[in-house]
């Protein structure tokens, strides 16, 4: 099913970025570094995650760890607490801790499954519920993220492509939504991407 991986890259250098000279500047905070795993790396998370329990939540396939967000019982201040994050979680925690994208570590992993054709409305990540830096690793499948300005209504979009790692903090993390439009392919730079399946791991902070 991850015919991405064949033929495996020997080396990291080979892979080149599609998003080699974009701009970003345009979104303040956002940081979007390609291959900043192995496609060996890749190939073991995804086999670690596709062994763990998966929930329906939404429409996709989820697997939560560390915190579990209760959104609706956010007056009560309450999140459950589903203990530590895996183990497998721990060398990418270092790697982004040695590469000083963050001041605290993460304490909440959700993993997101999306098949070709599933996707996320356009949301600013909880404001009160978890901390300044986000951090999405993206595994599989590209897709295309959708920024928009909560004000200007401004748009920009990226195409995650599999290993990347986005940062999201300050203006990128507040003042613009993202989201993933759920079709069967997109387009970017002229090109024709089709979609197969993705996994996102997206680590978080969680604010009491
Ligand atoms: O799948 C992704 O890369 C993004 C997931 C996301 O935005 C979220 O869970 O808040
Ligand atoms: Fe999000």
């Known amino acids: 099913m991850y015919d991405l991986f064949n033929p495996v890259p020997e080396n990291l250098d080979d892979i080149p970025s599609i998003n ?41 396939r989820v697997q939560h760890y560390g915190y579990k967000y209760d959104y609706r019982a956010r007056a009560l201040n309450y999140s459950m607490y589903l203990g530590d994050l895996p183990e497998w979680a721990a060398p990418f925690i270092k ?20 098949l070709p054709g599933q996707g996320i409305a356009n949301h600013v990540d909880c404001q009160p519920c978890f901390d300044e830096t986000i951090f999405s690793l993206s595994l599989g499948s590209t897709c295309l993220m959708d920024f928009v300005n909560v004000q200007s209504k401004d748009v920009m979009a990226l195409l995650l492509e599999p290993r990347s790692l986005l940062v999201m903090s300050g203006e990128a993390r507040y003042g613009w939504s993202h989201g993933i439009a759920g079709r069967k392919s997109d387009e970017y730079k002229g090109q024709n991407f089709p979609r197969s399946t993705r996994i996102s791991l997206t680590f978080r902070k969680v604010i009491f």
């Open 95 to 114: 790697r982004i801790s040695r590469e000083n994208l963050i001041k605290k570590d993460p304490d909440q992993l959700i993993v997101n499954e999306y």
């Open 20 to 60: 080699e000279g974009v701009n970003l500047s345009a979104i303040n905070g956002l940081k979007y570094i390609p291959n900043f795993i192995t496609c060996a790396e890749e190939k073991n998370l995804i086999n670690e995650v596709n062994s763990a329990t998966w929930l329906n939540d939404l429409k996709r």
